[in-house]
């Protein structure tokens, strides 16, 4: 495969600046062996906005080949927005990703697919890979409609992109009913979904691009079955919640071709 695996914890609205920098290097330490070669996986944290600046100091001034990332951002370059985060702030903190979308974004603050599609076009214009999520509700998933579902968002979000952008962006495929509820969507759903979302960008540009870009699989992801989410051949990575938040159980996920 081609596509480099892609680990991205989530940390949601959990940890302070200073239990942020004591994970980090936790997540640094367990992963600092000759048997993990960060060139084969990407390593990501995606913490609040508070705890960045503190991470870029730490994976900065020790060498850290984790990357970081934002949970959210701004359609807007600057002005009178009070509370948003620019994509230009967080490309100045080091940020190489910025997760749109996510389901708990789209239930509480009613993010469309449109706006998704937006933020997702600012975070590339600044140089930076948004992780662009998707996934259906339970009620969907009892219907069957999971894949119409799901490519209708893909369609939303990708609008207007390029397919150089497409190439860049990477999705998560997220089955809502499948998040922090400790149930598991199986490898064979996750595929379902994730081929169908690959078909989608085939048919939308072109094999090549369909062919580059990574989708992730989340919910409940943890190292007693990553492995076998993992084998799944278009899934590319996985975007970890809650087991993202203790640095051996993070570092395990990463480890998932050692499993
Ligand atoms: P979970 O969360 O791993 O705790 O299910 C995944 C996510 O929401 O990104």
Same mark, same amino acid.
């Given at each position: 495969?081609?596509?480099?695996?892609?680990?991205?914890?989530?940390?949601?609205?959990?940890?302070?600046?200073?239990?942020?920098?004591?994970?980090?290097?936790?997540?640094?330490?367990?992963?600092?062996?000759?048997?993990?070669?960060?060139?084969?996986?990407?390593?990501?944290?995606?913490?609040?906005?508070?705890?960045?600046?503190?991470v870029q100091t730490v994976v900065e001034g020790d060498g850290m080949k984790i990357q970081y990332g934002a949970q959210d951002v701004s359609t807007h370059e600057s002005g009178a927005y009070t509370g948003e985060v620019s994509a230009t702030m967080l490309k100045k903190l080091g940020c190489a990703y910025v997760v749109v979308g996510h389901s708990e974004r789209r239930e509480y603050h009613s993010e469309s697919d449109a706006l998704v599609?937006?933020?997702?076009?600012?975070?590339?214009?600044?140089?930076?890979?948004?992780?662009?999520?998707?996934?259906?509700?339970?009620?969907?998933?009892?219907?069957?409609?999971?894949?119409?579902?799901?490519?209708?968002?893909?369609?939303?979000?990708?609008?207007?992109?390029?397919?150089?952008?497409?190439?860049?962006?990477?999705?998560?495929?997220?089955?809502?009913?499948?998040?922090?509820?400790?149930?598991?969507?199986?490898?064979? *759903?996750?595929?379902? &979904?994730? #081929? %169908?979302?690959?078909?989608?960008?085939?048919?939308?540009?072109? !094999?090549?691009? =369909? +062919?580059?870009?990574?989708?992730?699989?989340?919910?409940?992801?943890?190292?007693?079955?990553?492995?076998?989410?993992?084998?799944?051949?278009?899934? *590319?990575?996985?975007? &970890?919640? #809650? %087991?993202?938040?203790?640095?051996?159980?993070?570092?395990?996920? !990463?480890?998932? =071709? +050692?499993?």
């Amino acid at each position: 495969m081609t596509r480099t695996p892609l680990m991205a914890g989530n940390w949601k609205m959990n940890m302070d600046h200073l239990e942020a920098i004591h994970l980090v290097q936790g997540l640094h330490m367990e992963l600092s062996d000759a048997n993990f070669d960060y060139s084969k996986v990407e390593v990501v944290v995606v913490p609040p906005f508070t705890d960045i600046r503190s991470v870029q100091t730490v994976v900065e001034g020790d060498g850290m080949k984790i990357q970081y990332g934002a949970q959210d951002v701004s359609t807007h370059e600057s002005g009178a927005y009070t509370g948003e985060v620019s994509a230009t702030m967080l490309k100045k903190l080091g940020c190489a990703y910025v997760v749109v979308g996510h389901s708990e974004r789209r239930e509480y603050h009613s993010e469309s697919d449109a706006l998704v599609g937006e933020k997702a076009r600012v975070v590339l214009a600044a140089g930076m890979t948004p992780i662009i999520c998707c996934g259906e509700a339970l009620e969907v998933r009892k219907e069957g409609k999971q894949v119409p579902h799901v490519l209708a968002q893909i369609d939303g979000a990708l609008d207007g992109m390029s397919a150089d952008d497409v190439k860049t962006a990477v999705i998560a495929y997220e089955p809502i009913w499948a998040i922090g509820t400790g149930e598991v969507a199986t490898p064979e *759903d996750a595929q379902e &979904v994730c #081929g %169908a979302i690959r078909g989608r960008i085939a048919e939308l540009y072109d !094999a090549e691009t =369909a +062919e580059a870009t990574r989708i992730l699989y989340g919910g409940s992801v943890k190292s007693s079955n990553v492995a076998e989410i993992m084998s799944q051949q278009d899934v *590319d990575g996985a975007l &970890v919640g #809650g %087991a993202s938040l203790k640095a051996d159980e993070f570092a395990k996920i !990463a480890r998932f =071709a +050692e499993l």
